[in-house]
């Protein structure tokens, strides 16, 4: 190497962040779980091998999860065989959330997701204050979940949302903050094939968001947002 030349260092990785939101399982239909999994497993290799040709090779990869029982630990699970790190809000403090789920295998299951995560974060006091109401606490980790989230996938029956911090009305406060999201539905009243629902107006040409939307574009159907997805 010539003296005094200098070599730029290589740039650092992307770090790409994916959010999920879903149904428990007692909204996802027993003989569709497997088709469930197995289409949020082919949209994690989607996605990381979309996000790494926009990034030329540089990315790595979070996946956000409230690990509630059903959608979010699919993913978490699914993330975690990956290599993906994983972050989780949660409504409550740790011990508390526990209480949500009754049968010990699923309380293990919640503890090893929560040994597995690289940042366990319960949402601040002030933001379930700022929501208020019964439901506060959940409103406000759907917020959380797709706070840095660049994409979101949504395991969604295609009802409108039931009350604060649903399925539907995280998604539609993702379209709304200019993220991506990719619908897998649920229900046999629903088309099953994935679907990438995008932000109107799209993200700006040349952004990371945007390429990576025509990335996907290539891969699913695009899908106008649905009426039914919308905040509560």
Request: hydrophobic share 45%.
């Amino acid at each position: 190497m010539a003296r005094g030349v200098r070599v730029r260092p290589a740039p650092a990785p992307r770090v790409v962040t994916v959010a999920v939101t879903g149904h428990r399982l007692n909204q996802l239909p027993e003989g569709e779980r497997p088709r469930i999994r197995d289409q949020i497993a082919a949209s994690l290799d989607r996605i990381e091998a979309a996000a790494l040709a926009v990034c030329q090779g540089r990315a790595r990869f979070t996946l956000v999860s409230a690990i509630a029982e059903g959608a979010d630990r699919y993913a978490a699970d699914l993330a975690l065989s990956r290599g993906w790190r994983l972050v989780t809000p949660l409504p409550f403090d740790a011990a508390r959330y526990e209480q949500d789920f009754e049968d010990a295998e699923s309380k293990a299951h919640y503890q090893r997701l929560l040994w597995a995560s690289h940042r366990v974060a319960p949402v601040r006091a002030d933001a379930v204050a700022a929501i208020g109401g019964r439901a506060a606490e959940y409103a406000a980790v759907g917020r959380a979940v797709i706070e840095r989230a660049d994409l979101l996938l949504c395991v969604w029956n295609g009802l409108p949302p039931k009350g604060p911090g649903g399925t539907s009305e995280v998604a539609a406060l993702m379209l709304e903050r200019g993220g991506l999201v990719l619908w897998i539905a649920v229900g046999a009243g629903v088309a099953a094939p994935v679907r990438l629902v995008g932000p109107a107006p799209l993200p700006r040409a040349g952004s990371f968001r945007r390429n990576l939307h025509e990335a996907l574009a290539q891969h699913y159907d695009r899908a106008a947002r649905p009426p039914e997805m919308r905040v509560a």
